[in-house]
């Protein structure tokens, strides 16, 4: 892979983004495009399906959650294709920038009047709500694509491949524990892994390292005192407390529990009623189980699998180094989310609160989901694109060979 280009750094970056819209690209990936299509168009059915009854009785309003995430799906959708039309390499102009931005809005967010006991969200009156966690995610991802590339000869030491994405990460954990949003935490670790990883960390290293932090981790977790202990105890056993702090857990596995094979039908969830709480949001999927069974389920992860082994694909194919890593933490972000939401659901891991991508209602997370999958589709396009002009120049070269054969048989 090539490295990135210089000219897209030293243009005026108004001027670059602006001339990058209008200039010949590749075609947009169609596969990978219906696909995409599809996940949303499923996820806003399960979730009309899924909200409508806790709407109707919080708000009055069985369409409040399904029509705010309709808006969010259009308006991320439309923008999703315009950022798939801008040089994935300008983008990497913003990586520090945004680092520090999201730095800031992680210490604000601390003194935002709290929602549900958590400080998560930028909570303006008569401003949609942010919850900065979201953007935390794209911001490492961008940053370490960007250090990747540029370290790319030095990614086997120990301080470029291990400890300068260390630091960097740290101060966004903290803050993030602050608040306290632990999934936002343990996703944001495993994007930084997967990117080492992928990036060229020496592998001692980066096993001593990841044990390292994977040990802090649990030891942070362990100690911890109140709901953190809570939510381990009623993983052991979520039968325990049914009535107060396992509710949740126990409701969703009884909710899957009642799907069978085919599920009760759309639409037809009884448990939806005021019995399992978040039903909208982390817990969507275990409504999703109950009204369309396993089969319905399956199809769900099918979808999902597809969509990261389609990202696998372009960042394999990608023009570059950067834009492959780009893609590959992005992919991560939605692969380990869709992963860690299913096995809460489940009771597979101590609930977390993980929402499933795509599904679960929250207008910062579909907007910026969407978002990153335009640069996902920036990529393929520029990929597209240089598989097209490598074939014309194939061509041409095939053309002029058998012209000077046929001049020389002539002669």
């Known amino acids: 892979m090539r490295p990135v280009a210089n000219q897209a750094k030293k243009e005026p970056l108004l001027k670059a983004l602006i001339q990058s819209l209008f200039k010949r690209q590749g075609p947009i990936s169609m596969g990978l495009l219906a696909n995409l299509v599809v996940l949303l168009a499923f996820g806003l059915i399960v979730l009309f399906s899924a909200s409508y009854a806790i709407a109707y009785y919080k708000f009055g309003d069985s369409y409040h959650y399904i029509r705010s995430q309709a808006l969010y799906a259009l308006v991320g959708f439309a923008a999703m294709l315009v950022i798939s039309r801008v040089d994935y390499r300008l983008l990497l102009r913003f990586a520090w920038p945004l680092y520090w931005v999201t730095l800031i809005l992680l210490v604000a967010v601390l003194f935002m009047p709290s929602i ?29 694509a960007t250090l990747f590339e540029k370290n790319r000869s030095r990614m086997h030491n120990f301080r470029q491949g291990i400890l300068l994405p260390g ?43 990841g044990g390292a932090a994977a040990g802090g981790i649990a030891l942070l977790l362990i100690t911890s005192k ?6 381990l105890s009623g993983w052991l056993d979520p039968f325990s407390d ?56 399956l199809l769900c992860i099918a979808l999902f699998a597809l969509l990261v082994a389609q990202g696998i694909y372009v960042a394999v194919n990608a023009p570059d180094r950067a834009g492959s890593l780009l893609v590959v933490g992005i992919m991560a972000q939605i692969g380990f989310q869709f992963f860690f939401n299913i096995a809460v659901v489940t009771n597979t891991i101590p609930n977390t609160g993980i929402s499933l991508p795509f599904f679960s209602s ?50």
């Open 362 to 411: 929250g207008g910062t997370s579909l907007l910026l989901l969407l978002g990153e999958m335009g640069v996902v589709f920036s990529v393929s396009r520029a990929a597209n694109q240089a598989r097209a002009e490598r074939k014309a120049r194939e061509a041409e070269e095939k053309a002029r060979q058998e012209a000077h054969v046929f001049r020389a048989d002539k002669t």
């Open 242 to 297: 049914v009535l107060d702090s396992t509710m949740q857990t126990a409701q969703g596995l009884y909710t899957i529990g009642s799907g069978g094979w085919f599920g009760v039908g759309l639409g037809n969830s009884t448990q939806k009623h005021l019995w399992l709480s978040e039903a909208q949001n982390d817990f969507i999927f275990a409504i999703l189980g109950e009204e369309l069974g396993f089969v319905g389920a």
């Open 116 to 144: 549900n006991n958590v400080h998560r969200w930028i909570n303006i009156k008569g401003l949609p709500t942010v919850q900065v966690g979201e953007i935390a995610k794209f911001s490492i991802v961008l940053l370490l």
């Open 167 to 209: 630091v960097l990460l740290v101060p966004m954990l903290v803050l993030l524990r602050l608040e306290p949003h632990n999934s936002a935490m343990i996703l944001m670790c495993c994007i930084t892994a997967t990117l080492m990883f992928v990036g060229g960390a020496n592998l001692m290293w980066f096993a001593i390292g």
């Open 226 to 231: 109140g709901y953190v202990q809570e939510r």
